[in-house]
């Protein structure tokens, strides 16, 4: 089992950044990919970015390619998710996720945190 805990959420003006935390506990983290999701109010929830076991390999979401960077330190077991020039259409509950490569598919984890939620205004 791994668990997985989100903090870094809350509430700021566009334009803004926040640094989200994914912390793991549990079996090895380190042979683990992780997904950073998003869902808001009424949408499906969508993957934003992944990152493979190493760092080395990473994917980003169309809507956040160059605001956002994913990254990891596994040595402390923990995923970030830099979010700079925040929009308030990045408004939406933020979750981390864990499986064994990346995928976009939200069932196709088995791992997920609580999430956290980020509020961007306008």
């Known amino acids: 089992q791994v668990q997985l805990v989100e903090s870094g959420g809350g509430l700021v003006q566009a334009g803004g950044s926040l640094r989200l935390s994914c912390a793991a506990s549990g079996r090895t983290f380190n042979n683990y990919a992780a997904g950073w999701f998003r869902q808001a109010l009424g949408k499906e929830r969508q993957l934003v970015a992944g990152i493979n076991w190493s760092g080395g390999d990473t994917y980003y979401a169309d809507s956040v390619k160059g605001r956002f960077t994913i990254s990891r330190v596994n040595a402390k077991n923990t995923v970030y998710l830099q979010m700079n020039s925040l929009k308030p259409e990045d408004t939406a509950v933020y979750y981390c996720?864990?499986?064994?490569?990346?995928?976009?598919?939200?069932?196709?984890?088995?791992?997920w945190g609580q999430g956290t939620q980020v509020t961007v205004s306008s």
């Open positions: 996720a864990a499986r064994n490569y990346v995928s976009g598919v939200p069932r196709e984890y088995d791992y």
